[in-house]
T-cell receptor, first 113, second 111 residues
Framework: EPEVTQTPSHQVTQMGQEVILRCVPI?????FYWYRQILGQKVEFLVS????????KSEIFDDQFSVERPDGSNFTLKIRSTKLEDSAMYFC???????????FGQGTRLTVV | DAKTTQPTSMDCAEGRAANLPCNHS???????VYWYRQIHSQGPQYIIH???NNETNEMASLIITEDRKSSTLILPHATLRDTAVYYC????????????FGAGTILRVKS
């Protein structure tokens, strides 16, 4: 069964450092998403991406965040200058059509120290 | 904010049907009802979705009331591996599949 793959599974970084979280969506999917979940809290939408541009973003997704699909297979989330409050599980998801199910990866646990 | 209301937690005996309710009284005509679940801190897993007709797949059944203001997810024979947080989400296709997660229902399947 096809799956969304995220790397690394766990990333520890120092406050102020840049991090890039990587995702390989399912190959024929067209819509890509990033969500995050702070420990013990709800899953929160960050951004959706379609046709090589952001289609929607949440208030959380400020200028410190950016997304890119650099090579037609990877989908990355960059946090420019990490803060302690960026510590969370980050989930990538993809779907083939609007209105169909989204497939989620297993997440990257980001710890900012 | 999530547009759904779910009980905080439920228990179910292994092998019995688990019936998880969801209220979505403000649902719009073009909004679908989606169910996902999350086991431990794994990525959410899609279960089923529907618009107004009842739906069934290999995992579960979804019963939507005629007025569409509530629905029930049915796991016909719950196993210990079905212990998870279950999320009921309403979303319209034109929202590009953006999912707004609430707190969900913690389902504990007990032997």
């Amino acid at each position: 069964e096809p799956e969304v793959t995220q790397t690394p599974s766990h990333q520890v970084t120092q406050m102020g450092q840049e991090v890039i979280l990587r995702c390989v969506p399912i190959s024929n999917h067209l819509y890509f998403y990033w969500y995050r979940q702070i420990l013990g809290q709800k899953v929160e939408f960050l951004v959706s991406f379609y046709n090589n541009e952001i289609s929607e973003k949440s208030e959380i997704f400020d200028d410190q965040f950016s997304v890119e699909r650099p090579d037609g297979s990877n989908f990355t989330l960059k946090i420019r200058s990490t803060k302690l409050e960026d510590s969370a599980m980050y989930f990538c998801a993809s779907s083939d059509l609007v209105g169909t199910e989204a497939f989620f990866g297993q997440g990257t646990r980001l710890t900012v120290v | 904010d999530a547009k759904t209301t779910q009980p905080t937690s439920m228990d179910c005996a292994e092998g019995r049907a688990a019936n998880l309710p969801c209220n979505h009284s403000t649902i719009s005509g073009n909004e679908y009802v989606y169910w996902y679940r999350q086991i431990h801190s794994q990525g959410p897993q899609y279960i089923i979705h529907g618009l107004k007709n009842n739906e069934t797949n290999e995992m579960a059944s979804l019963i939507i009331t005629e007025d569409r203001k509530s629905s029930t997810l049915i796991l016909p024979h719950a196993t210990l591996r079905d212990t998870a947080v279950y999320y009921c989400i309403v979303s319209a296709k034109e929202y590009g599949n953006k999912l707004v997660f609430g707190a969900g229902t913690i389902l504990r399947v007990k032997s």
